[in-house]
């Protein structure tokens, strides 16, 4: 029996768009949890200071990174000690910010650090800080706002 379209019984051609939705939810879901997994940091464990200032959050800071086996980043990019100051260079270039942050591991050795600071005053870059951590007070909190690090400039 065909349809006809004057009869009683005719097609209904709604799409059903309650499955699409579930799927759509499902991946961003997927995507909030993994999003955050994906952002690469260099492992560096920061040695505590208790007199410093609150470390600024700005996307477009540079940051040189010494890890505990004194290797060398430029934001989260390895780099040799040749290559160090015109990578930095470069990134200054790109910033309004002309501070250098420099992250070193507590476990590195201390000339890796010098050298990278030597480094960079050869090359005329004068605006350098120390990222640290905040050291406890005497209740066991650690003093400052909510930035997991602090800063003192040279």
Do not use: C, W
Request: charged content about 25%; cysteine-free.
């Amino acid at each position: 029996m065909g349809m006809n379209p004057g009869s009683s019984g005719s097609l209904k051609a709604d799409i059903n768009v309650t499955p699409l939705v579930d799927v759509m939810l499902v991946l961003l879901i997927i995507m909030m949890v993994i999003a955050p997994m994906l952002i690469q940091r260099v492992a560096v464990t920061l040695p505590e200071a208790r007199h410093s200032v609150e470390k600024p959050d700005t996307a477009r800071q540079t940051i040189v990174a010494i890890d505990s086996g004194s290797r060398f980043y430029v934001n989260l990019i390895p780099v040799t000690a040749d290559d160090l100051v015109p990578r930095v260079q470069r990134a200054l270039a790109d910033t309004n910010e002309k501070v250098v942050y420099v992250k070193g591991d507590k476990d590195a050795k201390y000339s890796a650090i010098m050298d990278a600071m030597d480094a960079l005053r050869k090359a005329q870059i004068e605006n350098i800080a120390l990222i640290t951590e905040r050291k406890p007070d005497q209740n066991g909190k650690k003093t400052g706002g909510r930035q997991p690090g602090s800063v003192s400039r040279f």
